[in-house]
């Protein structure tokens, strides 16, 4: 099947279930991609400048549908669907890649989540990949636990995305703050900051305020050396897990909480895939991977990608109830995914959509 | 006539000189006819001819094909990499540098990455801007950087005095090379824990395509490495005789192994010392780890030793040259 029939089915098989299209711009100002990005994104975006402004050709259609629907103002939720080339760099050049998918925005029910993930297994099934395994994780539970353990959203995305172990290092080596009062740590913070005034030596573009702050942030987020083992104990858990369709209870049982809202989370995640097996999604098609990274960390919310035999990421996506605030100041709560098509096309491509989990 | 290569080599800059050094005390002695010409030979590599380039063209020249091997810096390699290079030794041993991130030392809530990626979120939230960067390694900072999950910043390219940017206000903090740390705290900048880019130190480099597709290139190559590697191995031995008393070499063997130290490469060389009168005596010949040199000494002084001389030693040539081998894997050639 040619590119432009495959976009084209794809298209009317959205459509039939409510999805109208949305034109996405090709090339957006680079901010709108780099402020939930992870690594891989932002290292490999097509950027260039004009101007003195920087611009990137899109790497994917989400953070531009969310910014249409922001702009609008719209009221109600929506269903958008879109397809076409998202770009990355290599060598110095774009490449393309082909990319469809579906956004709900504005719709915060657990049947919203239901939905998409089920839609994404129709349009599997429809392209004839009906054998693929959907992995579940969760992005909120993780973050949620992250923040009963003291740590800021910050630290949190740092400990999702960045290096764990550097990242728990660095959170033990942050002075807390009581050591500041007497020591001789505190001298030398007056000295230089003394220093800077009398001498005019360089503050880096930052005010004595903004350190200030600095130095109370990175305080709040100490963490002493049992801390950090209890830690990464969970860490490690929540990073080994992997279960069938029936196995949340046990992880749930692994959590180091077990608060009010770890409770909603697991009752909400629970009641999503029962949804789903109840929708006719296999049981045995269903792996529960609470980890699963995808390469943006905007994700809020129960997480998703199809997998096929080799492999291969056909489908992903997930909730991202934050993206709004990050990009207009308004919240909307968000769900959608994104087909990677080069994986349907018959001439084999070079893809970056290999399995993250 | 036998085909012909070339060999780039720093014209100038902090590694030019000490590359004479290296290969001159490694047997590889570079003349240069005349001392304006930017060219020169080696009389044990007569199939190469040698190349005087600045740092970053000798990466260039190697990456086109114009020179099939070279000695530059690793940081100019990585900063400037491309597909068609094939790093052929990368601790050559001197030239040491690293690349560093450094901050303004009024930043005392910044010691480490992650202190970083916050104040870059700050500086993005409270200034709505990127944090500005000056280096003249745009591309090993922006993959560093993106890697520790810091976004938000803007590269400011700059040629020399990069550490003067925060001070005069073009750039808030600066990623650059350093070997003492003493030009950063002269400016009042300072390096963060987990910021250092890249260990940097000078390195020999090839055109894959070039030793693939060339059996002469590659016969060449083999000779400079043999050389190479047998110089730097040998730059951590000693060579040690002494003179010791006992009934048979046996015995005398015997007591030299006691001390782990004095075992040798493979074991001590035992020869009789023939014309002393009265007790028997033997020259002990054994080669030692630099570092254990003193206690080596101190060892066969214990059991009876004189005259103990360590010479150092010029090479050490193993079974083949190791580096050569993993250049062999590494086109996957066979040998």
Known sequence: ?357 | MSEMFTLALPSKGVIAEPTDTFLKEAGLKVSKPNPRQYTGKISRLPALNVLFQRVKDVVYKVADGTAQLGITGLDVVQENWSDNLIILHDKLGYGHCDLVVAVPEAWVDVENILDLARVAQDVRDTYRRNLRIATTFPNLTKQFFHKHHIHHFTIVKSEGAIEAAPTIGYADIIVDLTQSGTTLRENHLKPIRGGTITASQACLIGNRAALRASSALRESTRLMLEYIDASLSGRDYYQLTADIRGDSPEQVTARVLENPTTRGLLAPTISPIHGTTGDTWYTVTLTIKQSVLLTAVEHLRTIGGKHVIALPVKYVFYEQSRSFKALLEALNLAE
């Open chain 1, 1 to 357: 099947m040619h590119a432009l029939n495959l976009r084209k089915q794809l298209a009317d098989f959205f459509y039939q279930r409510g999805y109208t299209w949305l034109e996405v711009d090709l090339v957006e100002h680079a901010d709108l991609f780099l402020t939930r990005a992870s690594a891989q994104i932002a290292e490999n975006l097509y950027m260039f400048e004009k101007d003195g402004v920087t611009f990137a050709l899109r790497p994917e259609f989400t953070a531009a549908a969310m910014s249409h629907y922001v702009r609008g103002a719209y009221q109600t939720p929506i269903r958008w669907q879109f397809s076409g080339y998202i770009f990355q760099e290599k060598h110095g050049k774009p490449q393309q890649m082909l990319s469809a998918g579906i956004e709900l925005l504005g719709d915060a029910a657990l049947q919203a989540d239901v939905e998409v993930i089920a839609l994404a297994a129709q349009a599997l099934a429809h392209l004839g990949k009906s054998e693929s395994t959907l992995y579940l994780g969760h992005v909120g539970l993780h973050r949620h636990i992250l923040r009963q353990f003291g740590l800021d959203a910050f630290v949190a995305r740092m400990l999702t995305h960045a290096s764990q172990q550097l990242t728990l290092e660095m959170l033990v080596q942050s002075s807390p703050i009581s050591t500041l009062n007497t020591t001789e740590q505190t001298s030398h913070i007056l000295n230089v900051l003394l220093d800077s005034t009398r001498y005019g030596a360089t503050m880096g573009g930052r005010s004595r305020h903004d350190i200030v702050n600095g130095i109370l942030a990175r305080s709040a987020q100490h963490i002493d050396e049992a801390a950090a083992q209890t830690l990464k104990g969970y860490l490690d858990t929540w990073t080994a897990f992997k279960g069938d369709a029936h196995s949340l209870p046990t992880l749930t049982a692994l959590l180091p909480f077990s608060d009010e809202t770890t409770q909603a989370f697991c009752n909400r995640w629970q009641a999503t895939i029962d949804a789903l097996l109840a929708q006719g999604i296999a049981a045995e098609h269903i792996t529960l991977q609470p980890n699963l990274a995808h390469s943006w960390d905007y994700y809020t919310g129960c997480v998703f990608a199809f997998v096929d035999d080799n492999g291969t990421v056909l489908a992903n996506g997930g909730r991202y109830d934050e993206l709004g605030y990050i990009v207009g100041g308004i919240e909307v709560p968000a769900t959608g995914f994104a087909l990677h098509l080069e994986h349907f096309l018959p001439r084999p491509t070079t893809s970056s959509h290999q399995k993250e989990a």
